[in-house]
């Protein structure tokens, strides 16, 4: 299992997690209580659960050009979204930021 984590503005606000199974969770941080990183997924005390990598995420990954460049000179499996995610989550467009959790 592999976890980054969420900062929204520069605070955390919650945990991103891709299970053993291929699919992926989305928990915010119990004491969190700001804005929702997306509008499809308002601040709860529930996890998100999706059977396969988060839209809204899969919307912040690279595309065309960038994309090509990040997989080949970061060795990155095209299908890996979670590990692309994490290569360039600190210089995403818009609030969010993501982090992998060693």
Known sequence: MRSAE???HGTR???LNELDNGHCQFQYDFDYAGA???VTMPVKPEPYNFGT???FFDGLLPEGLMLEALLRQLKI???DSFAQLCAVGGDLVGAVTVG???
């Open 6 to 8: 969420i900062c929204l």
């Open 13 to 15: 606000v919650g945990v």
């Open 36 to 38: 929702p990183v997306s």
């Open 53 to 55: 990598f988060p839209p």
């Open 77 to 79: 499996d095209r299908r």
């Open 100 to 102: 992998q959790i060693p």
